[in-house]
């Protein structure tokens, strides 16, 4: 089974507006990242969160992580039609390790 | 730097042929991913190297499904016999040891006709 789960599976925003995205995974954890994938590309890395941080930025990256709820939130800020991706997020399980993915659109 | 080279970056075979792809990881990182991606899915691990040992290789399907790593740099992933089922993007991935920041490579679309 999958260990992150992300939701929804597609928003659709226009640009400006901020977009939010969550993600659930099932067991205990070390760390969780998430990743964009642009279409037709390999996945990148944008940020990780360690299981004793809550809170963490990087530029309109916003990712809190909720260990007591096993959960975890991307908040994309002042959205861009660059943003346009999926997104997933992926825990330290070894196998399994990406979920479904939020397939995010931003309307210029 | 440059990052994980794949290739062949689109592959067009029929079912039953063999089909091989290829990874040149990130100098310096031990680890390597392979991975499926489905159409509107994640992606799936299929076989994790630490140098040129398969650690994890539990989701590999061994009857037709191989891979090595001889040198402990790059990889081989190979499908034979290829089935309509195996079409999918193959990615691979690379990090450091003990890092869990993953680099991947633009993936290999396979189409099995």
């Known amino acids: 089974s999958q260990q992150g789960e992300e939701d929804p599976q597609a928003l659709s925003i226009q640009e400006g507006e901020n977009a939010t995205m969550n993600c659930s995974y099932k067991t205990s954890i070390n760390n969780l990242q998430w990743y964009r994938q642009n279409s037709g590309r390999g996945l990148v890395h944008l940020i990780l969160?360690?299981?004793?941080?809550r809170e963490k930025h990087s530029g309109r990256l916003r990712v809190t992580l909720d260990t007591s709820k096993k959960s975890s939130s991307l908040l994309i800020t002042a959205s861009r039609a660059a943003d346009t991706a999926s997104y997933f997020c992926a825990t330290d399980a070894l196998r399994d390790i990406f979920g479904t993915g939020t397939r995010l659109k931003v309307l210029a | 730097e440059a990052g994980v080279v794949q290739s062949p970056r689109y592959k067009i075979i029929e079912k039953k042929q063999p089909v091989a792809f290829w990874c040149n990881p990130i100098s310096g990182h031990n680890t390597l991913y392979w991975y499926r991606q489905n159409l509107g899915q994640g992606p799936e691990l299929l076989i994790r190297y630490e140098n040129e040992e398969a650690v994890d290789d539990s989701q590999l399907p061994k009857d037709r499904f191989s891979a090595e790593r001889l040198k402990g740099v790059d990889s081989t992933l190979k499908i034979q016999p290829a089935e309509l089922g195996d079409s999918a993007v193959y990615l691979c991935?690379?990090?450091?040891?003990?890092?869990?920041?993953?680099?991947f490579g633009p993936g290999t679309r396979l189409l099995v006709l």
């Open positions: 969160i360690r299981s004793n941080e």
């Open positions: 991935a690379s990090s450091l040891t003990g890092e869990e920041t993953q680099y």
